[in-house]
Structures are given as C-alpha cells and as structure tokens.
C-alpha cells in the first residue's frame, strides 16, 4: 500500500526499515532508499523498472556529509557548492568506499547534490545515511513534479510518499563531471550553465555518449509521452500539415495558435520567462498527453539558460 503524508517521521520509520520513499526536491519527486544499503537501493531499480547500469544520484544536507563519501573535493565543486547548494546542481566526484557498487553501476564516481526543499532537508538531517533517489517515475517516463504523478505511476510500489506540494524548478539537477582537468557538463538543468561559468570559468558540454563515462540521462527514448510528440517551428507546421485542426495539441512558450482550440493549447509563460516555462513543463506534457489528438507539436525554445534544460527535454520526450 502506498501513503501520501507530509509526516517526516514517518518517511523516517519506512527508509530505516530499507523501504523506499518517495521524497520531493525543488526539482523533481525522489524514489529514495538507504544509499549505503544494497538490499534497499535494489528496490528503486526494481520499482522503476530501470538498467543496473544506469547510476543513481544521492542526496544529503551539508558539505560535511558530502566529505565522507567523495575522495576528493576540487576548489571549483567547493566553490559552486557554496554558491549553489542546496539547489538543483549534481557534482559527480570519485567516491569512497562508503558508496556501494549498485548505486554508481560500478563506477568509480559518485553522484551527489543536496536538494532545495525544507521537509526533504529536514529529513537528511535527522537520518545517517544519504539518500540514494533517481526521478520517481518508472523509466523513461516522464519525471513527476507533484506527488500524485507519483502516486498514480508507481502506486504500490513506493510506501510512503512524502507530499512537499509542487517542485519549484521542475526540471532535474544540472550534472557536473570533475574526472577531468576543464569540468563537464553532463546533463542540462535548473542551474544554468551561464552561471556556472561565471563562478569557475570555462566548462565542457557532454556532446554524446562517451565510453567512460556513463551518463544514461542522455538515453535516447526519455520523458516520453504517450502520443506522437514533434518539436518545430508550429506556424510552420500548420501552414504544412493536412491533419485537422482539432486533432493537434499544442505545446507554445508564450504564444496563443489561434487555428487551433484554445482546449488543446498550453502555453508555458506568457511572461516568456523560463523559470516559469520549465517548473510547468513535465506537468503540461502530462497533461497534453491526456488530449484526445493526433500529434502534440512543441516549439523550439530559446537555447539560453534554462532554455537550454528544456531543449534537451523535450529533444528526448520527441525521439520515440
Ligand atoms: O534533480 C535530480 O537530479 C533528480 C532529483 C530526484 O534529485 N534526480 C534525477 O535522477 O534526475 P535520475 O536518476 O533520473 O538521473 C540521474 C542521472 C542519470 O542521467 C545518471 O546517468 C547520472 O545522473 N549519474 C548518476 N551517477 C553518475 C555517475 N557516477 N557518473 C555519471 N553520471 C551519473
Ligand atoms: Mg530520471
């Protein structure tokens, strides 16, 4: 059975007893278990259904507790730590021996952030361990960005579900990489690589998958919804396209398709800003995905800041 709560001392109670929880982070909901625990970080893998090679990400609260559990810290993750966490930026680092196996597939790093969100705070401060939690949604789907996306995918499969209302950013972390002497980028996400760079200069950009580095975000068939998903230029497309008007869902940064029903349209921000656009955009997929269409048709963003994140999502919602 699975129950919603917002009771830390229950989520508490379940993770001690190597159950999974599901926790909330400015980004995205969490499917947490005991990270130093095999048995329990066997359980997230099964619940999402998802590769043993695909390495998780843990979560704790302070640069102390991250200490114990990396080799080494270079300045540079130091000083994006100080200027970014808590908030949505993963540091993949090489790891002690503390880190089981399961949780980085086998390798030598380990991923790890400490998540903007008070009752999830709250909780890794009163556990000893960290949190072991990949997105809350069986694999490849969509991440949830509100418990009850949560609790309707993986109902009976997660014990408690720890309810911290609407993630804020509502895209995943950005991933750092420093195995290398210039720091990568990994994966695009709620802090912009922009600013990244105007703490610690220049960063490389993970163009495509490379051989020894294991980054699965960058598996093809992500986020994907159920429907046949395009991104491109909409009026274009529906100059082009012979498929009736009532059959397109729309998915618009800032502007209103005035051939197509205002029913199947949702526009991210009509402020055109991105903050706003990204903490929406896996809801709206969600809920486009529930139309009764043909095709949904996304438009390009904006490929700047987190313009960037939300390009990469929806290139990898589109791809199946
Ligand atoms: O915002 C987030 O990061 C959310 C919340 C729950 O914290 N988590 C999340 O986890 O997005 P997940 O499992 O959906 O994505 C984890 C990503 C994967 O792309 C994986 O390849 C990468 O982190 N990763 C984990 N450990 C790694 C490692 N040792 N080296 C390289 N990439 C790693
Ligand atoms: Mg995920």
């Known amino acids: 059975m699975t129950i919603i709560g917002k009771d830390i001392k229950k989520a508490i109670d379940f993770l001690k007893k190597g159950e999974l929880v599901a926790i909330p982070t400015e980004t995205v909901y969490g499917l947490a278990a005991n990270a130093l625990e095999e048995k329990s970080v066997k359980k997230i893998f099964e619940a999402k259904e998802r590769p043993f090679f695909n390495p998780l990400i ?7 507790k991250i200490n114990e559990y990396v080799e080494e ?5 130091v000083n994006l730590i100080k200027n970014f966490s808590p908030g949505p930026i993963t540091f993949v680092l090489k790891k002690t021996k503390k880190i089981p196996d399961i949780v980085t597939g086998g390798n030598d790093t380990v991923a790890i952030r400490i998540p903007k969100h008070d009752l999830t705070l709250s909780l890794l401060s009163e556990l000893d361990f960290p949190l072991a939690a990949p997105s809350a949604n069986p694999f490849g789907f969509i991440s949830p960005t509100k418990a009850i996306h949560v609790f309707e995918q993986l109902n009976k499969k997660v014990s408690y579900i720890l309810d911290g209302g609407d993630c804020e950013v509502g895209l995943e972390s950005t991933i750092i990489y420093f195995g290398e002497k210039t720091p990568k980028i990994l994966r695009f996400g709620g802090i912009e690589v922009e600013k990244i760079e105007a703490i610690i200069g ?3 950009i993970l163009e495509k998958i490379e051989k020894n580095i294991i980054a699965p975000g960058q598996l093809k068939s992500h986020y994907a919804p159920k429907h046949k998903f395009i991104i491109t230029d909409i009026d274009k497309f529906l100059l082009e396209t012979d ?12 502007k209103k398709y005035d051939s197509i029903p205002i029913s199947n349209q949702i526009i991210l921000s009509k402020e055109s800003n991105l903050h706003e656009a990204g903490s929406k955009l896996f809801d709206s997929l969600r809920e486009l995905d529930k139309l009764n ?18 390009n990469d ?3 990898r919602a589109s791809s199946s």
């Open 243 to 254: 498929i009736n008007k009532n059959n397109i869902g729309i998915l618009s940064f800032n």
């Open 73 to 77: 810290l270079p300045e540079k993750a």
């Open 202 to 204: 220049k960063v490389n």
């Open 58 to 64: 843990i979560h704790t609260n302070s640069l102390e």
């Open 313 to 315: 999502r929806l290139k």
């Open 293 to 310: 269409v043909e095709i949904i048709v996304s438009e390009i963003f904006p490929n700047i800041g987190i313009g960037k994140a939300i």
